[in-house]
């Protein structure tokens, strides 16, 4: 299986900061990279696939870069609506693995 | 736009088998990939396995002795039977539509709780 480790668990942050999560993976592929959003309570949101890929509907401030064994995620300026669990997620070879996420919260 | 809505008992006794049905309205289950995934309350994610329309599937290998997925295109459902649970297979259980190859569209959940 392919391990996907992120980078930090917990983030905190206020309204306006640029945020960057990191996301290792134990192989290296090209660009079967996801990530996810999740709010308490709420399943989870596809934001970006394909590495760099907006979902329908994803604010521009999300965007997505990485190859190999190193991806990211970042936000340009979080919003209030921003504070949340993110996942990274392989689809590079089965089965499909997650990340431990990473929380985004209030500073 | 497509809506998923997973049914089942939320309660299921241990060595019995786990049986969810997901529900899609708004669109055909033909030409996607339709993944079931699991989170234990308070934890990390984990992809079950998915079935395409046509009845090819793909498992995790961690779960792959005990667990079928199904589409039945007659009613626009995907369906999850798991064997043989334990307190372990405690999770909240998300069916999702493929984008692509990777789990696009969630439903909500359903919390299925394994326990005498």
């Known amino acids: 299986d392919i391990q996907m480790t992120q980078s930090p668990s917990t983030l905190s942050a206020s309204v306006g900061d640029r945020v960057t999560i990191t996301c290792r993976a134990s192989?290296?592929?090209?660009?079967?990279l996801a990530w996810y959003q999740q709010k308490p309570g709420k399943a989870p949101k596809l934001l970006i696939y394909q590495t760099s890929r907006l979902d329908s509907g994803v604010p521009s401030r999300f965007s997505g870069s990485g190859s190999g064994t190193e991806f990211t995620l970042t936000i340009s300026s979080l919003q209030p609506d921003d504070f949340a669990t993110y996942y990274c997620?392989?689809?590079?070879?089965?089965?499909?693995?997650f990340g431990g996420g990473t929380k985004v919260e209030v500073k | 736009q497509v809506q998923l809505q997973e049914s089942g008992p939320g309660l299921v006794k241990p060595s019995e088998t786990l049986s969810l049905t997901c529900t899609v309205s708004g669109g055909s289950i033909s030409n996607y990939y339709w993944s079931w995934i699991r989170q234990p309350p308070g934890k990390g994610l984990e992809w079950i396995g998915y079935?395409?329309?046509?009845?090819?599937?793909n498992y995790n290998p961690s779960l792959k002795s005990r667990v079928t997925i199904s589409a039945d295109t007659s009613k626009n459902q995907i369906s999850l039977r798991l064997s043989s649970v334990s307190a372990a297979d405690t999770a909240i259980y998300y069916c999702?539509?493929?984008?692509?190859?990777?789990?696009?569209?969630w439903g909500h959940g359903l919390l299925v709780t394994v326990s005498s």
């Open positions: 079935t395409y329309y046509s009845g090819s599937t």
């Open positions: 999702a539509k493929g984008q692509g190859y990777t789990p696009g569209s």
């Open positions: 192989q290296s592929f090209s660009s079967w």
């Open positions: 997620q392989q689809y590079h070879d089965y089965p499909l693995t």
